[in-house]
């Protein structure tokens, strides 16, 4: 079934490449159903998986060879770390496929584009060998390069794509090279995660194990992304089109996070202890360095963008907390892991439909800068709904699942890292003071004349807009649907890093 999940979407994709006489409404129908087919099967995989298992066992397992002489296998299975993003991954698609019924650009091959990129994401988080994660996380860079290049609203979008892509590739360089230390540590060697995770192969080995975490910490830091490899971002978002914007931020960005926490973690658990107190500082920094840098933006989808390196900062905040061993007890280590994936889902969901309403900005208005309206509260209240529900969502606010997720990083990271977690807590004061000083900008104060034309959101828009911020709500309101899942998973990194 995991396997029908991943592929299912490339098939309609290689219909919609090969069919070069499919008419435009026909193609984004066809998107539509296959995307919505995907978020089925993706529901139907959760309820079960959630009815059946406790998180930490590994479910729709498929194991074969496939390069047998280098150890390499289609090794694939989900579990309470894997499957909230598989699912995620599923939502996010699904909105941007509905998001796109009007699209008029090329709609065919912006179809088959993403539905390509559904498969590799959603392959990304049920990889289980080190080589087919690899595999993946590229064609995810190819992909993400042609919806920029083809695809951005200004001049500068195929020099925005080139840097996004260079900066990525060099990332995921840096990543090969530490899975092949891993490969090459191994008795026998393999690039099985399951076996690596049980074989500790670089342990105890001292410089050995640090310059392995090295190049794989660089590889996911660069994705994820966090500061200073965060410099790619900003330019990727303001020149992508809104639903890549939607996916780059809630989809991709989590291959970075997620692979400290499926690679890094359990399986250099020695260096991990060894380099906490770097990585919860750049976490830190990370935070404070987005929240200041996105409350000077005047461009909108820019300052998303810098919220998403404070949000990604929180994560690598928790994660490094959990490492800190010798100073903090399970229980907060597992809070903090398990605050760290509910980041990773509520980021996304959030994060996908504020990019979302930037692109509904940009249609009715021609700009991102922030400048250029006023008073649109008056004319377009659907519109200033949407927006103030996903900016209060962003910043944290109890009844979201930001506050979830937030509240179980600063919670879980305070005992070990107790001035660090003070420092990032001003974060969400910067967050929060940049979103109300948008909503102002934007929605309030008197409205100006040349915007008396603006439309308010469409039906369109609405439906896949509208859906990620009641599933925030649904997470905020009765987090344990998530949590159930996610946190004997947690419990089972926070152990994995303390042998």
Known sequence: MLSLLIFLPLAPAVVLVAGRRIPDRVARWIWLVASLLELGLAGAMWIDYAGHYDGTELAYETDFDWIPAA?????????????PLVVLTAVVFASCAVYAMREQRRPRQLAALFLALETVSIGLFAALDL???????????????FVIAGWGHRATATRS??????????????????????????DPHTFDMIELTEQLPLADTGLGGGLVLLAVGVGLAIKTPTFPFHTWLPPAHTD????????????????????FVRIAMPMLPDSWRQWAWAIVAIGVVSVLYGAL???????????????????????????GAAGLVADS????????VTGAVTQMVSH??????????????LSHGGTYEMDHY????????????????????????????????EFQIFAGSLGPATWATALALLGILITAGLFLWALHRIFLGPPKDELSHIADTTVTQTAAIAPLLALSVLIGVYPRVLLDVVDPASRMVVELVAR
């Open 293 to 319: 840098v996105a409350l000077a933006q005047s461009n909108f989808k820019r300052m998303i963008a810098y919220t998403s390196v404070n949000h990604m900062g929180y994560i690598l905040l928790a994660l």
């Open 161 to 186: 794509a080139f840097k996004f892509f260079l900066y990525t590739f060099l990332g995921s360089l840096a990543l090969l090279v530490g899975f092949i230390g891993l490969y090459v540590a191994a």
């Open 374 to 405: 006023g008073g649109l509260a008056r004319t377009t209240p659907r519109f200033a709904g949407l927006t103030a529900i996903a900016a209060f969502a962003s910043l944290g606010l109890p009844g979201f699942s930001g506050f979830i997720a």
């Open 348 to 361: 996304g969901l959030i994060t996908a439909a504020l990019f979302l309403l930037a692109g509904v900005l």
């Open 71 to 83: 150890g390499v296998g289609y090794h694939i299975g989900v579990d309470g770390l894997s499957l």
């Open 131 to 145: 080589i087919v994660f690899f595999l993946f996380f590229d064609l995810s860079l190819v992909g993400m390069y």
């Open 240 to 259: 992508a089109p809104a639903i890549g914007s939607a996916v780059l931020a809630a989809v991709m960005l989590k291959m970075g996070t997620y692979g």
């Open 329 to 336: 007890d399970v229980e907060a280590r597992a809070v903090a």
